[in-house]
């Protein structure tokens, strides 16, 4: 009994240690972000879990994910807006989660990076729930009204107003029953708000979250059961091919052998075009992941590139006269000689390689990196396993070299 009237937290990082004092949960947070990410507002995708166990909190998990960073700072790296966008579409992403749009109410809504991530991935409407915060900080003579009343950027689910504790009441210790009561009472003695209030504050926004997580849940659990029945069949048909196997039968040995090289061919060439049957949700890899490399991270840095206008006019004037030599150099030419154009645009061009040489070994990393995924199927032959990595992975280095070349 005194364990579950008892309140305290567990961390994955430290397992079997229970932190009763959230103060110390609040430094071990601090502790294992500086840890994971640097001292110097540095991010990462790897989560810190955290479990709470309390006879006053309800059944929910929260995956709390940062909010989108425009201007890199400290030791952030130049294409930080990209990467966080990239983390937050991993998650909420996922058809059988649920999205709280978190928007401050003394923003724009209509420029809410929180809404317009969740219409990309949810434009029905159907996994989104809008939560306005920072009611109490609005200017003077202006209310959320018409947003909590779900009139101004209407929601299937709507939108719940909450109060949070100021960072001046964080540092003056101010508990949560005190906040909670601080909130309550704001919302029963605002004239724009005390007509709503049964359906504001942080306790309705807790028994909503569990309500519909539990709806949500009997929704999407049909779905997966189907999921679930449809690889147990596929299994037990595998199985079935493979009842009557002989080891000792060299026929056999050889079929297997050309099966699971074909399996393995097919694997890779599925993770390649994005067509597998089962989808990573947490990080962008094999034919997505190049295609990124492609089409985002190539054009990035040629964007970095250093351009100096005013030196290549000099050039392009050296490049000229000195093709002309002795001769008189025309101001009326139309055309730059075939010559000049040829010597300047070389140049340029062997900028391009650096960035190109780049991408290209980032591609073929990642053509390794979906070999190994794909050969985990042949887990079970350890040396099949080996000798197909290194015969695949001597190809695609065979080949890079071949494109560095070529570059």
């Excluded at 930080?80 to 058809?95: A, K, L, P, T």
């Excluded at 909670?180 to 306790?203: C, I, N, V, W």
């Excluded at 849940?217 to 779905?223: C, G, K, V």
């Excluded at 890779?268 to 490399?293: C, H, M, W």
């Amino acid at each position: 009994l005194l364990i579950f009237l008892t309140e305290y937290a567990e961390f994955l990082h430290c397992k079997g240690k229970k932190f009763t004092d959230f103060d110390e949960v609040r430094q071990e947070i601090e502790v294992e972000t500086d840890r994971v990410t640097g001292m110097n507002k540095g991010i990462s995708s790897v989560p810190i879990n955290l479990r709470i166990y309390s006879p006053h909190v309800l059944s929910l998990t929260l995956i709390d994910l940062p909010g989108i960073t425009k201007v890199p700072v400290g030791d952030q790296p130049p294409d930080i807006e990209q990467q966080i966008r990239d983390m937050i579409m991993q998650f909420i992403s996922r058809e059988n989660c649920l999205i709280l749009a978190v928007t401050p109410a003394n923003t724009d809504l209509a420029n809410s990076d929180a809404l317009k991530l969740a219409k990309e991935v949810d434009p029905q409407g159907l996994r989104t729930i809008g939560v306005i915060t920072k009611l109490d900080l609005m200017d003077e003579g202006t209310d959320a009204r018409e947003v909590l009343e779900n009139k101004l950027l209407p929601l299937r689910r709507g939108y719940i107003g909450v109060v949070n504790r100021s960072q001046k009441d964080i540092d003056g210790k101010k508990d949560i029953k005190a906040a909670l009561l601080a909130e309550r009472k704001f919302f029963l003695s605002h004239p724009s708000y005390r007509h709503m209030a049964d359906r504001m504050g942080t306790p309705y926004l807790q028994k909503v979250l569990n309500q519909q997580l539990t709806n949500h849940i009997r929704d999407t659990l049909p779905a997966f059961r189907s999921k679930l029945q449809s690889q147990l069949l596929s299994i037990e048909h595998e199985v079935e091919v493979y009842k009557n196997f002989r080891p000792e039968d060299p026929t056999r040995k050889t079929k297997a052998l050309l099966q699971m090289v074909q399996q393995f061919s097919v694997d890779f060439e599925k993770r390649i075009e994005g067509s597998g049957d089962q989808v990573d949700t947490l990080e962008l890899s094999g034919g997505a992941k190049i295609n990124r490399i492609f089409h985002e991270r190539f054009p990035f840095e040629l964007v970095k590139m250093e351009f100096n206008e005013k030196e290549l006019r000099r050039e392009i004037s050296y490049a000229i006269k000195n093709i002309h030599g002795i001769r008189q150099v025309l101001p009326t030419g139309l055309f730059t000689p075939d010559m000049a154009f040829e010597a300047i645009v070389k140049k340029q061009i062997v900028k391009l390689k650096g960035p190109c040489l780049k991408s290209v070994d980032l591609v073929m990393q990642e053509l390794i990196n979906t070999v190994k995924k794909c050969t985990k199927k042949l887990a079970t032959y350890p040396r099949l396993c080996e000798e197909t990595e290194r015969i695949v992975a001597g190809y695609i280095r065979e080949r890079e070299e071949k494109t560095k070349d070529q570059v």
